[in-house]
């Protein structure tokens, strides 16, 4: 029998997206960066194209507060940003760790399991799926360049957000498959981490030639991950990467 990764909520929480006559609410966290409440717009742009209702959800840390924003959503975006505290996966902080925001650490991880609580689909973006990992027990590779054995690729690309420098192989039948319709998709690259042992629960449905984890999906959640940023790649209208946006993974009601 031919094997099957589309996990059958995943599956019926994409349906529900694409047959669904409506825009779907999608919230997309804070960045919390520097004292300002924000997303970076790419990602408000991304979700309006892909003809849904982009909603800033703001960091609150009052938790029946935010369950009440939450619970109002149909799916969740976590975008990019700083790098997870190493002590979330155990591990003392590498020379080589970036920044870290413990805050947003936490609002994510309240995020996580107001969404998991609700069955609110997830979807990660890089540090957003980094987070996703960590949260249900993966780790992270702290510092591609010297934690990762193969430099064949680099995975943070000096060219601007738009353009795609390296390939991924995407697994047959996986979500990301589904939707774009390719088993290989040029990406843009700004990791400079990775996921090390991927979460239990979860499946790789896309790497890099070097082998680096470039998509994830949960097999029992309507929870997707991409270490890429679509939403930049759709700057110039990119017609493969709106789908991700266009069949999200939405709340069954
Ligand atoms: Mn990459």
Redesign the pocket.
Known sequence: MKKTILSLYLVLAVLAGTWAQQSHLIGITDTHAKGVSSVPRTYVDAVFKGGNIPVVIPLIEDEALLEKLISTLDAVILPGGEDVNPARYDEKPSPHLGEVNEKRDDFEFMIIQLCVNHNIPIVGICRGMQVINVYFGGTLFQDLPTDYIDKS?I?RQSESREVGT?T?SVEPGSYLHKVTDSETLL?N?F?HQ?VKKIAPGFIVTAR?ADG?V?AFESIDRPIIGV??HPEALMINNDSTMINIFRYMPVRIR
């Open positions: 690729i995975h390296h991924i990406v690259s990791h990775g890099a680096v470039e270490q890429f």
